[in-house]
């Protein structure tokens, strides 16, 4: 049995506070979850074990993801989830005029948001690295 797509659902979910999640129908979140796991894995490009064979219908990965793995896939996910405010329309057709400029501005906002896309990535990408290069194994390999 692999490991169920409610697993890294729960690590994403941990990390995110919005009420309109909360707010929403059960199928709806699950297809909304389906998706953003869908769009992390992608990026999580050196994992040992194959993350394209799963079973949506299911829910479920057909290998057993370790904690670090589901851990690191939870947090693409939270790119996937944070990508999506920065694609919104109101973000790529807003015009700034006098009026509507104040302190935080729509075009701050959304530099704002790039950034911590950005910083979510590089998270993910610095665990990646951590995952891929097993310090372990390197003292084991010299030792020989």
């Known amino acids: 049995m692999g490991t169920p797509f409610s697993d890294i659902y729960n690590l994403f979910l941990s990390?995110?506070?919005?009420y309109e999640l909360a707010e929403m129908e059960e199928t709806v979140l699950e297809d909304n979850l389906q998706l953003w796991l869908m769009g992390a894995i992608p990026y999580f490009h050196s994992c040992k074990k194959d993350l394209e064979l799963l079973d949506k219908t299911i829910g479920s990965f057909n290998a057993e993801l370790n904690i670090k793995?589901?851990?690191?896939?939870?947090?693409?996910?939270?790119?996937?989830?944070?990508?999506?405010?920065?694609?919104?329309?109101?973000n790529l057709s807003q015009a700034l005029n006098s009026k509507d400029y104040r302190m935080y501005s729509p075009a701050?906002?959304?530099?704002?948001?790039?950034?911590?896309?950005?910083?979510?990535r590089r998270k993910g990408s610095t665990l990646q690295s951590q995952y891929?290069?097993?310090?372990?194994?390197?003292?084991?390999?010299?030792?020989?």
Do not use: G, P
């Open 69 to 90: 793995e589901q851990n690191i896939l939870s947090i693409y996910m939270v790119h996937s989830y944070v990508s999506t405010f920065l694609l919104r329309e109101e």
């Open 15 to 18: 990390q995110i506070k919005d």
């Open 108 to 120: 701050n906002q959304l530099k704002a948001l790039q950034s911590l896309c950005e910083d979510i």
């Open 132 to 144: 891929s290069w097993n310090v372990h194994s390197l003292k084991e390999m010299f030792k020989k």
